[in-house]
C-alpha cells in the first residue's frame, strides 16, 4: 500500500491529453514539493518534473504538472505512442520521515 | 551532467551479504544528496537508504534499518550500499540516484540486480 495514491492506468488516444493523479496528504504532497518519474520497461526511471512544475532541460514541454492541496497532476498533451510507459509521483513524507512514491501509473496509448 | 553507473549485484543466499557500488563522474558525491532505490519485480519504487552530501546525515528506510548500510568513498567519488541479513523480499533492481533539486532524483544509474534465493 503506497503512501501516495496514484491511478494503476490511463489511457488516451495518440494526439489527446491524459492526467495522472497523485493524492497524498498534510504531511507529504501537501507541505513538500513533488517529482515525476517516467519508466519504460527494464530501464531506470527518468526525472520528468521537480519542484511541483519545473521541467529539467531536455524534457519536453508537453509534460507539465500542478498541485494542489494535497494532490498533484501530471499532464501530458499531444501523446505519442512513445509516452507508453510508468509514471511515478514522489515527494518527502515527514510523519513517516521517508522519502515516498505513488504505486505507479501505467500510460497506454491506443 | 552526471552519470551514475552501479555494479555489484548478484544472486546471494538468504541471510548473506552483498555490497553494491554507485561510481559517479561528472560532478562530487559530497556536493549532492544520494539515494539508493530499490524495485522489486514487478513493483513499484522503493526508498532505500539517503546520504546527504555535505554532513554525514543518513537514512534508512524501515525495512532495511539495522541491515543495510550507505556510505561514500570521497576519493574515489563512490557511493555503497552494504546489505547484510538479506531476506527474499529484498530481491529488486537496485538504482542510485542524485537529489538534484528538492526530491527531484536525477540522474539514475542503470541499476543492479539483486537476487535472494536459495
Known amino acids: 500500500q503506497s503512501v501516495l495514491t496514484q491511478p494503476p492506468s490511463v489511457s488516451a488516444a495518440p494526439g489527446q491529453k491524459v492526467t495522472i493523479s497523485c493524492s497524498g496528504s498534510d504531511s507529504n504532497i501537501g507541505i513538500d514539493y513533488v517529482s515525476w518519474y517516467q519508466q519504460f520497461p527494464g530501464t531506470a526511471p527518468k526525472l520528468l518534473i521537480y519542484?511541483?512544475?519545473r521541467r529539467p532541460s531536455g524534457i519536453a514541454d508537453r509534460f507539465s504538472a500542478s498541485k494542489s492541496g494535497t494532490s498533484a497532476t501530471l499532464v501530458i498533451t499531444g501523446l505519442q505512442t512513445g509516452d507508453e510507459a510508468d509514471y511515478y509521483c514522489g515527494t518527502w513524507d515527514r510523519s513517516l520521515n521517508d522519502v515516498v512514491f505513488g504505486g505507479g501509473t501505467k500510460l497506454t496509448v491506443l | 551532467e552526471g552519470q551514475l553507473v552501479e555494479s555489484g549485484g548478484g544472486l546471494v543466499q538468504p541471510g548473506g551479504s552483498l555490497r553494491l557500488s554507485c561510481a559517479a563522474s561528472?560532478?562530487?558525491?559530497?556536493?549532492?544528496?544520494m539515494y539508493w532505490v530499490r524495485q522489486a519485480p514487478g513493483k513499484g519504487l522503493e526508498w532505500v537508504a539517503r546520504?546527504?552530501?555535505?554532513?554525514?546525515?543518513?537514512g534508512y528506510a524501515d525495512s532495511v534499518r539495522g541491515r543495510f548500510t550507505i556510505s561514500r568513498d570521497n576519493a574515489r567519488n563512490t557511493l555503497y550500499l552494504q546489505m547484510s541479513s538479506l531476506r527474499v523480499d529484498d530481491t529488486a533492481v537496485y538504482y542510485c540516484?542524485?537529489?538534484?533539486?528538492?526530491?527531484?532524483?536525477?540522474?539514475w544509474g542503470q541499476g543492479t540486480v539483486v537476487t535472494v534465493s536459495s
Open positions: 519542484e511541483n512544475n
Open positions: 546520504l546527504e552530501g555535505v554532513g554525514s546525515t543518513i
Open positions: 540516484a542524485r537529489d538534484f533539486r528538492y526530491l527531484g532524483l536525477d540522474p
Open positions: 561528472g560532478f562530487k558525491l559530497t556536493d549532492f544528496w
